[in-house]
């Protein structure tokens, strides 16, 4: 296959779950790599992996700073990138009352700031044409207890997915979101759910879900895989919700 052929690509946050899946996809379709990561064990185990084939750096989504020098070193790999995902993410679910100003602002650190700056400092790198995705989450559509911080900064993710549409399209730069329902990933193993009521809530999770199952990366990284490729190149601003129907029921 070949619908990324020769296109520069970076993932954030593409050592585990969606990331590495989609990873995995842009491979298969031709496209030259370099991912995101943050866990040393994630990233060892990446290396291990992609071996030579894919450019793997440490990159903390919350810095600011970092995301600049993540800019520079795409630029100094591939000259000028043609398509982005946006996927490095925490997920944090607890009750308001829990919440610290330190925990809130990591949360928007890691799942706005970062990304939005990372944004930034790509400008000048940017190919033109080029297509940045966005891993949002229907959280930004579902009023889910706990999930009020989380919540707010997918739906901040989401608005930039036409914000920075509108803005970016006369550079020739496309930028549409994913939003995954409830999926089978490593993020997911980190919301700080008790063992006790992990299997209670798995049981719940699953019957609010019409097609009767969590999603796998696999099928969000085919929907990620659209958006970065020239079949997509009339869509801007968009959202393509993969959640096995979640969002019917609200």
Do not use: C
Not at 83 to 96: D, K, R, Y
Not at 228 to 243: F, K, L, Y
């Amino acid at each position: 296959m070949s619908r990324l052929l020769n296109k520069r690509t970076l993932i954030t946050g593409g050592t585990s779950g969606i990331g590495l899946e989609t990873a995995k996809q842009f491979l298969a379709e031709g496209a030259r790599i370099i991912v995101t990561g943050v866990n040393p064990d994630s990233i060892a185990a990446a290396k291990a992996e992609f071996g030579s084939d894919v450019l793997v750096l440490r990159a903390d989504s919350a810095s600011v700073s970092a995301q600049k020098e993540l800019a520079q070193a795409v630029e100094r790999h591939y000259g000028k990138v043609d398509a982005v995902f946006l996927n490095a993410g925490v997920s944090v679910w607890q009750p308001i009352e829990d919440w610290s100003e330190k925990m809130f602002d990591r949360s928007f650190d890691v799942n706005v700031k970062g990304p939005y700056f990372l944004i930034q400092a790509l400008l000048p790198v940017f190919a033109n044409p080029a297509s940045v995705v966005l891993n949002t989450s229907i959280s930004a559509h579902v009023g889910s207890t706990r999930s009020s911080v989380y919540a707010a900064t997918k739906a901040a993710f989401l608005s930039l997915s036409k914000t920075l549409s509108s803005e970016l399209m006369q550079r020739g730069i496309r930028v549409n979101a994913v939003s995954p329902g409830p999926v089978d990933t490593p993020l997911y193993d980190k919301m700080g759910i008790p063992d006790a009521y992990r299997q209670q809530l798995n049981a719940d999770i699953i019957q609010s879900i019409p097609a009767g199952r969590f999603g796998t990366p696999e099928e969000v990284a085919k929907a990620v895989l659209y958006l970065a490729s020239d079949e997509s190149r009339w869509t801007m601003g968009s959202e393509i919700v993969v959640d096995g129907g979640r969002l019917l029921n609200d």
